[in-house]
């Protein structure tokens, strides 16, 4: 039985952000993300990128620049369905989230599951990256996982975190790699 990888995602959560946030497309990275984000570069300067994939939210699109330029044939596209929001409200979370209405919770998913079918779903083959947010992610591997929606809030990634994603033949999708920031020394790791 052969088994063969079709198609790799690579997710990437921005580099830290600064606290002060110009409406609408959020905060650019403190100096501590950048270097967050040059040394994911580093760490991702050797993987053969087919496509570079970013929110257009300042911190994520700073962060997909840095590593587009390890990669100077690849032109980053920008996506609105991979901006931060809050796809659910899970139990225990009420608090942390009254400001936001079922309809936003339902606006989240929607623009999320499209982005899931995107980049997930279609057959394409080769290696994409996906520079994302914490919320983003954490509900893009939900997806892959099949795991009730709301569990997205049970798991968290770092700045500059990476999460991998394989299609294969036979097995189809599996999650080989979580918030794995091997390529940050731990005073660097931040959440914010």
């Known amino acids: 039985m052969d088994i063969q990888l079709l198609h790799t995602v690579w997710l990437l959560r921005h580099g830290q952000e600064a606290l002060e946030r110009p409406k609408p497309l959020g905060g650019y990275l403190t100096e501590l993300g950048r270097q967050q984000a040059e040394l994911t570069a580093d760490r991702m300067a050797d993987y053969p990128l ?3 994939i970013a929110s257009t939210l300042h911190r994520a699109a700073q962060t997909a620049q840095i590593v ?3 990669h100077p044939h690849i ?3 920008y996506s609105e369905d991979l901006w931060e929001c809050v796809p659910s409200l899970p139990a ?3 608090a942390f989230f009254t400001d936001l209405s079922p309809a936003k919770f339902a606006q989240c998913r929607q623009k999320l599951d499209r982005a899931f079918d995107r980049y997930f779903q279609e057959d394409e083959r080769g290696t994409t990256l996906l520079v994302a947010h914490g ?3 954490r509900y893009l591997i939900c997806r892959v996982l099949d795991m009730p929606l709301d569990a997205w809030a049970r798991f968290d990634c770092l ?3 990476l999460a ?3 299609r294969k033949t036979l097995l189809g999708q599996q999650l080989t790699g979580f918030n794995d920031v091997g390529h940050l020394p731990s005073e660097m790791w931040t959440y914010v």
Request: net charge negative; hydrophobic share 35%.
């Open 50 to 52: 087919t496509r570079i």
């Open 92 to 94: 225990g979370q009420e």
């Open 159 to 161: 700045n500059c975190s």
């Open 164 to 166: 991998r994603v394989d």
């Open 75 to 77: 032109e980053i596209e």
């Open 135 to 137: 919320n983003v992610i």
């Open 68 to 70: 587009a330029a390890r």
